[in-house]
């Protein structure tokens, strides 16, 4: 079975950076797509960046120029690099990744409902 496994996450203060990051196992072949979420509490999930499988992105407006998806094909590993962290971005971060239905190029967007294999989360938290 497909397993996601994220880490990295942890406590910055507002304006520093976090790198998190998320394996993926139990498939022997690239995701079209790959994404990260995120939720607050009492909030909802909230898409943040999606990657296509061959590097196309896609980022939410809130975290444009200042986060970067990537992936590392051959580590089967997605990462998000996260500059000028706002207390906003506080959140439960959270990867997925579609491997079995074509939705990359401009299908590839973070919108949940492309995505079937999901991770457990990693938090981030930013202090002001």
């Known amino acids: 079975a497909v397993q996601l496994v994220e880490s990295g996450g942890g406590s910055v203060q507002a304006g520093g950076s976090l790198r998190v990051s998320c394996s993926a196992s139990?498939?022997?072949?690239?995701?079209?797509?790959m994404g990260w979420f995120r939720q607050a509490p009492g909030k909802e999930r909230e898409g943040v960046a999606a990657?296509?499988?061959?590097?196309?992105?896609s980022y939410a407006d809130s975290v444009k120029g200042r986060f970067t998806i990537s992936k590392d094909n051959t580590r089967n590993t997605l990462y998000l690099q996260m500059d000028n962290l706002k207390p906003e971005d506080t959140a439960m971060y959270y990867c997925?990744?579609?491997?079995?239905?074509?939705?990359?190029?401009?299908?590839?967007?973070?919108?949940?409902?492309?995505?079937?294999?999901w991770g457990q989360g990693t938090q981030v938290t930013v202090s002001s």
């Open positions: 139990g498939i022997d072949y690239d995701a079209y797509c």
């Open positions: 997925a990744a579609d491997f079995y239905q074509d939705y990359s190029g401009s299908y590839c967007t973070p919108t949940a409902s492309i995505f079937y294999s």
């Open positions: 990657i296509d499988s061959d590097g196309l992105t």
